[in-house]
């Protein structure tokens, strides 16, 4: 299987390889996350049939724990790159752990160059894009005002989003022996207008997210 990979050199992030393709690293986890987790969770998924099953499409989720990741991947069969805080790739292990898995990092905070175009040859490779678009996560008290990043992708390149909305994925662990219920609403793909702007889709994308989920966790974007 050969693994496309990107670097030109502009950057300290160019150091090391990006991989614009599914590795067999990436294969090989997700098939034993799929197995690990049905000792701690129980998936019900709905709107499965609104992942395109190839081409390029951004999928923008709410973000109420770091262990979002997991139901984000597991709910959809094809591979999701994604953008993650640089925070978590500090450690040179979990860094190349990372990249095999299609994960990238993105500095918080600051316009980061870099993300956005690696966020677009992600996508321009014909892949799905996961971004969190609320920047950080809410710990269960409700969605937070989101980042205009996705939206920009989506205009800047006229890509749909996809509206994935999480419910469950906090309460891991705390029911233990018992499983967690975690909910995955996959909404209809949300195709930019033309002329609008990144705010516009953003508040259209978040109210989507917003709708599919619990009315505790609606936070800024509950009235609906």
């Known amino acids: 299987m050969t693994v496309e990979y990107y670097n030109d050199g502009n950057d300290k992030r160019d150091q090391w390889t990006y991989p614009l393709k599914e590795t067999r690293f990436h294969q090989f986890l997700i098939g034993s996350l799929q197995i690990a987790f049905r000792n701690i969770m129980e998936m019900e998924i709905l709107g499965h049939e609104n992942i395109p099953k190839n081409g390029a499409a951004i999928i923008a989720a709410n973000h109420v724990t770091n262990l979002d990741v997991f139901p984000m991947q597991l709910s959809i069969r094809r591979p999701i790159f994604y953008m993650g805080k640089a925070e978590l790739f500090k450690n040179p292990l979990l860094h190349k752990i990372f990249r095999q898995l299609g994960a990238?990092?993105?500095?918080?905070?600051?316009?980061?160059?870099?993300?956005?175009?690696?966020?677009?040859?992600?996508?321009?490779?014909?892949?799905?894009?996961?971004?969190?678009?609320?920047?950080?996560?809410?710990?269960?008290?409700?969605?937070?005002?989101?980042?205009?990043?996705?939206?920009?992708?989506?205009?800047?390149?006229?890509?749909?989003?996809?509206?994935?909305?999480?419910?469950?994925?906090?309460?891991?662990?705390?029911?233990?022996?018992?499983?967690?219920?975690v909910k995955v609403v996959i909404g209809t793909p949300i195709v930019p207008k033309y002329g609008e702007l990144p705010i516009g889709l953003t508040d259209r994308l978040m109210f989507e997210i917003a709708k599919n989920l619990p009315d505790e966790l609606r936070g800024v974007y509950k009235g609906i």
């Open 104 to 181: 990238f990092p993105v500095y918080r905070g600051e316009r980061d160059n870099w993300a956005i175009m690696h966020s677009k040859r992600i996508l321009k490779a014909g892949n799905i894009l996961g971004i969190f678009p609320e920047g950080t996560r809410s710990k269960g008290r409700g969605l937070k005002v989101a980042k205009t990043g996705a939206a920009r992708l989506a205009i800047d390149l006229n890509y749909p989003i996809i509206p994935m909305s999480i419910d469950g994925s906090y309460k891991f662990f705390k029911r233990f022996p018992r499983k967690s219920i």
